[in-house]
């Protein structure tokens, strides 16, 4: 079979017009590049504000990914292994945060988990639980960025040679032991992918935040909310110190994950 051949000429149309599109992204980061403040860059990022959203912003993505990997590997098994009825309900159910309007989710878990909510009385009651806490920040950041997991986690678990999994039954293992020792080191460069993406979309979340937790500086505010709130007083340099350093990251986790994504040629 030969290679597929490479154009040696790319049309021009399609090159002016990929110019024209990839100015739409260029051109907010020079933006963002140009207006940041860099000779106070260090007291900017030092301000109380900043660091307090910065620590809360760490803590909350990191507990969210972790739970998203808890719950999500779980689910993505069973999307994957497990024939049922209502199985395309359930992935679509469970996927829908990717294309929900982040402030329709923010709601629908108030309605759920609020004081007021479906089960939120309940859970108050019992548990002490707020919305308007650090974990009212780690559930909207969970719901949000779970998908991202599940869906990463799940085209593994469709992508690996099962014929392993079926020997280590043969000789004995337990369905638990092929999936801790089988199953989870095949997989295991998916899940990182899934938990570096999960917890790159928490850390950036925004909109079911400020609807099901507020925006307390200390308390519930990370730094997306941060961002928000510095663009709407007369010192917006914070803002762009903080935009700068979500750039960075974001930048960095698509750097990093770029062979899991398309390749390398």
């Known amino acids: ?8 000429r790319a ?23 140009t207006e940041t403040p860099w000779s106070r860059l260090g007291s900017i990022l030092s301000d109380d504000i900043v660091v307090d959203a910065l620590v809360l912003s760490a803590v909350t993505s990191i507990a969210a990914a972790v739970l998203s990997a808890l719950f999500g590997v779980p689910i993505a098994w069973v999307l994957s292994r497990l024939q049922f009825r209502g199985r395309a309900i359930a992935r679509a159910i469970v996927t829908l945060p990717m294309v929900l309007p982040p402030v ?14 479906l089960i939120g009385g309940f859970l108050n009651d019992v548990t002490g639980f707020s919305p308007f ?22 085209g593994a678990l469709n992508g690996i040679d099962r014929r392993h999994e079926a020997a ?41 935040t400020i609807t099901f937790a507020g925006n307390l500086q200390g308390r519930t505010q990370t730094l997306p909310l941060a961002v928000f709130v510095n663009l709407q007083s007369a010192d917006r340099e914070p803002a762009l110190a903080i935009s700068l350093i979500l750039v960075a990251i974001s930048l960095t986790v698509l750097v990093s994950l770029r062979d899991r994504w398309w390749g390398a040629r």
Not at 11 to 33: D, K, N
Not at 133 to 154: D, K, Q, R, Y
Not at 172 to 193: C, N, Q, Y
């Open 104 to 117: 329709v989710g923010g709601a629908a878990l108030l309605f759920a988990l609020g004081r007021n909510g």
């Open 11 to 33: 049309p021009r149309a399609l090159v002016v017009l990929s110019l024209i599109g990839g100015t739409l992204f260029v051109l907010p980061l020079l933006g963002l590049l």
């Open 168 to 208: 280590a039954q043969t000789l004995g293992a337990t369905d638990l032991e092929v999936f801790r020792r089988i199953t989870l080191p095949m997989i295991a460069p998916s899940l990182k992918a899934g938990l570096l993406l999960a917890w790159a979309r928490s850390l950036g979340e925004f909109g079911a």
């Open 133 to 154: 806490s650090v974990w009212g920040v780690i559930l909207a950041n969970t719901f949000v960025a779970m998908p991202f997991l599940i869906l990463t986690v799940e």
């Open 1 to 8: 079979m030969t290679a597929p051949r490479t154009p040696s």
